[in-house]
T-cell receptor, first 114, second 117 residues
Framework: AQTVTQSQPEMSVQEAETVTLSCTYD???????LFWYKQPPSRQMILVIR??????QNATENRFSVNFQKAAKSFSLKISDSQLGDAAMYFC???????????FGGGTRVLVKP | DAMVIQNPRYQVTQFGKPVTLSCSQT?????MYWYQQKSSQAPKLLFH???????NEADTPDNFQSRRPNTSFCFLDIRSPGLGDAAMYLC????????????????FGQGTRLTVV
């Protein structure tokens, strides 16, 4: 079974600074998808960024970027120029296909200090 | 323009009294998922429907059932809620559970927070 681990329960960052969230996963599949979801206090899960395992190039979405290390089974999220609106719980998730069921990590709470 | 709508947002039920949570979608997606998220924990998949086919997770308690009368609606029934069933219940949809296209990723509703008293 696939597992996803987020080792940082909470991270704090100063506004405009950069923070990196860690995620490791375990799978025997060669093709899969990785996601970072943001869950603000209103609780709706929002997709932040996604990565297809067969792509070597790291995904980027505006201020969000990932460092995907397939051999190490590592998938970290970097938030640049942090904003107050970035404060939320962030979940790393794994899926065998883009729309398939998700296996989530335990989450990392991001606090942004003004 | 909400795409995945869960009702109600907050539900209080009595211990042992059956309760139903609902989810509707305007995306015409084939797949609807139900996740349970207990406080400060990761969401955990309970089951999903792929069209009319029901797929239960191995460790989902029998107390949890689901119905999908049509493409747009899916219901989560808890037959006899216990205190341990208090949680946020998240509904999600996706177009194709096997697709490689990145526009097939899951969309989530805002969730229903269930309190058992």
């Amino acid at each position: 079974a696939q597992t996803v681990t987020q080792s940082q329960p909470e991270m704090s960052v100063q506004e405009a600074e950069t923070v990196t969230l860690s995620c490791t996963y375990d799978t025997s599949e060669s093709d899969y998808y990785l996601f970072w979801y943001k869950q603000p206090p209103s609780r709706q899960m929002i997709l932040v960024i996604r990565q297809e395992a067969y792509k070597q190039q790291n995904a980027t979405e505006n201020r969000f970027s990932v460092n995907f290390q397939k051999a190490a089974k590592s998938f970290s999220l970097k938030i640049s120029d942090s904003q107050l609106g970035d404060a939320a719980m962030y979940f790393c998730a794994y899926s065998k296909a883009a729309g398939n069921k998700l296996t989530f990590g335990g989450g990392t709470r991001v606090l942004v200090k003004p | 323009d909400a795409m995945v709508i869960q009702n109600p947002r907050y539900q209080v039920t009595q211990f042992g009294k059956p309760v139903t949570l609902s989810c509707s979608q305007t995306l015409n997606h084939n797949v609807m998922y139900w996740y349970q998220q207990k406080s400060s924990q990761a969401p955990k998949l309970l089951f999903h429907y792929y069209d009319k086919d029901f797929n239960n997770e191995a460790d989902t308690p029998d107390n949890f059932q689901s119905r999908r009368p049509n493409t747009s609606f899916c219901f989560l029934d808890i037959r006899s809620p216990g205190l341990g069933d208090a949680a946020m219940y998240l509904c999600a949809t996706s177009r194709d559970p096997t697709g490689k296209d990145m526009d097939t990723e899951a969309f989530f509703g805002q969730g229903t927070r269930l309190t058992v008293v």
